[in-house]
């Protein structure tokens, strides 16, 4: 299921088009502009900086990160040590630009995070910092907080330190071009250990219970005037590179609770019954989940070319529920664990993009150097789950309603037109119950289309699909169970209600 485009040149984009998406930003009362006192403030901060005494600029960092970013939280370095590894990772320096209290901390609170939209970007800071004093870009001085991890030949951390110093960037890679040069045996030795360590921290992760989803997620990229809507699987590098900072915010985790102070993701393990529902599924599926075999490694294990098993990869992310963000100040809990990483965890490694991984590098910083962690820290740390809860659910809408946006403006010319999909959740039959793994979703669109079968209810069966190509996941209405090949017929794609809707016409 990769690799699946769908592009409107510019002869065929539309100004109606064009103008709902800009319409998000209003629709979504979307902080488009920063107030003229947060932009003199972020000046003077840039002005007014003071780099840390401390030199790390022989170290040879790079960034990997997809092509367009210019926002680069994360530079990395891998090296051998004795038996193990070394790794540093350097993380931007946002604390440095942001005073607590003032307009532009104030700002920040207001955001939470940076939104992504097909036609623009909407940042968490302003611009200045996020992709340019702030941002770890190539062949730039910049100031870092440097994680330093010594890791066993197992991958195991055996020792961490965290310091503010001066670092420079080497060269600005690309997950894509990263992993050509893995494939084609031209990578650098260091980008060899990425994949060597990284494999190993995902066998760690195996042992620990983690799981990692590898769903093809839906994006709308912008390249040279025309929108191109991808559902790609993550590249391999992604993977190992997403260790790197799965790893740094263990040890963040680590640090907060033995300074009984920090702010910690967390998430529940999946409810018994939750389990065994999936593991019907699974086996309904075509495949079967045994009970020796770690939750982590069936999902690795899954092929996701195979419409069975890419639906079963959806339904897995209904046991992902729950994370929330839990503080700690004098008192730690009896259960910090991220389910979905099988270990306590913070979100401290995207300062740039994310508000809550500020607070998280201050609290360390503290930590680390055995110094009380600042009242006026402590004061924010309470705060920041609702501020991250309120953002998280606004930019989960607004990036729906782009996909959505760009989908049935990109479909509307094919009404009529039959399709092959795969089926990723299912809908009851008619005049029977649900088999194991089928459900009743409202679908990721709305509406109201006219055709399809009924349930014992009267209403509409709803489910939802993936089209093999273009990249469109939407309802359906028929008879069908999850994770089947099927033809359909687009019913309905309206750009003003953002509506796509498909019947399933054959098998």
């Avoid at 800071?125 to 100031?143: K, M, N, T, Y």
């Avoid at 699974?282 to 098993?309: H, I, M």
């Avoid at 890419?310 to 389910?339: K, N």
């Avoid at 990483?341 to 930590?367: K, W």
């Amino acid at each position: 299921m990769s690799h699946n485009i769908l592009g409107l040149t510019p002869d065929a984009q539309s100004t109606a088009l064009a103008q709902a998406l800009v319409a998000l930003e209003t629709e979504f009362e979307l902080r488009t502009v920063f107030p003229s006192a947060v932009l003199e403030e972020a000046a003077r901060a840039i002005g007014n900086f003071e780099f840390p005494p401390t030199d790390r600029r022989d170290i040879e960092f790079v960034t990997i990160d997809p092509a367009e970013s210019t926002d680069l939280d994360q530079a990395v370095h891998l090296s051998r040590a004795a038996d193990g590894y070394l790794v540093h990772y350097a993380i931007a320096d946002v604390p440095g630009f942001v005073s607590l209290g003032g307009q532009l901390d104030g700002e920040t609170r207001l955001r939470g995070q940076t939104v992504y939209l097909p036609h623009r970007r909407i940042s968490l800071h302003p611009e200045s910092i996020s992709e340019d004093a702030g941002s770890l870009l190539p062949d730039q001085d910049r100031s870092a907080y440097l994680w330093s991890f010594t890791l066993d030949g197992r991958g195991v951390v055996t020792n961490t330190a965290l310091e503010r110093a001066i670092v420079r960037s080497r060269a600005k890679l690309s997950y894509v071009g990263v992993q050509q040069q893995l494939d084609a045996g031209t990578a650098s030795e260091m980008l060899g250990l990425l994949r060597e360590i990284g494999l190993k921290r995902i066998e760690l992760e195996r042992e620990r219970g983690g799981a990692s989803l590898r769903i093809p997620a839906q994006e709308v990229e912008c390249i040279d005037g025309t929108y191109v809507l991808r559902a790609e699987a993550p590249l391999p590098v992604e993977d190992w590179n997403a260790q790197i900072s799965l790893l740094t915010g263990m040890e963040a985790a680590r640090l907060m609770i033995g300074a009984k102070v920090g702010i910690l993701r967390t998430m529940p393990a999946p409810l018994p019954k939750d389990l065994e529902v999936f593991r019907l599924q699974a086996a309904t599926l075509g495949a079967p989940w045994s009970t020796d075999q770690p939750y982590g490694e069936f999902l690795r294990s899954l092929d996701l070319n195979d419409a069975g098993q890419l639906a079963l990869m959806h339904h897995a992310a209904s046991l992902f529920r729950g994370a929330t963000y839990t503080v700690l100040d004098g008192e730690v809990p009896a259960d910090l664990e991220q389910a979905a990483i099988g270990a306590p965890y913070a979100h401290t490694t995207a300062p740039l993009r994310r508000l809550v991984d500020r607070f998280s590098l201050l609290v360390c910083s503290y930590a680390t150097r055995g110094q009380e962690v600042p009242a006026a820290v402590r004061e924010v740390l309470p705060l920041l789950p609702k501020l991250m809860g309120s953002s998280n659910q606004l930019v989960n809408k607004v990036e729906r309603a782009a996909i959505d946006t760009v989908e049935a403006a990109s479909l509307a010319h094919r009404v009529g037109e039959r399709f092959t999909a795969v089926t990723l959740t299912g809908t009851v039959p008619a005049a029977g119950a649900a088999a194991p793994g089928s459900t009743q979703p409202n679908g990721t669109n709305g509406s109201n289309g006219s055709n399809g079968s009924n349930g014992a209810n009267g209403h509409k069966q709803r489910g939802t699909l993936q089209l093999v190509s273009p990249a469109v996941t939407a309802p359906f209405e028929g008879s069908a169970p999850a994770g089947q090949q099927v033809e359909v017929e687009l019913v309905t794609a309206d750009l003003v209600t953002r509506t796509v809707l498909f019947r399933i016409v054959g098998p």
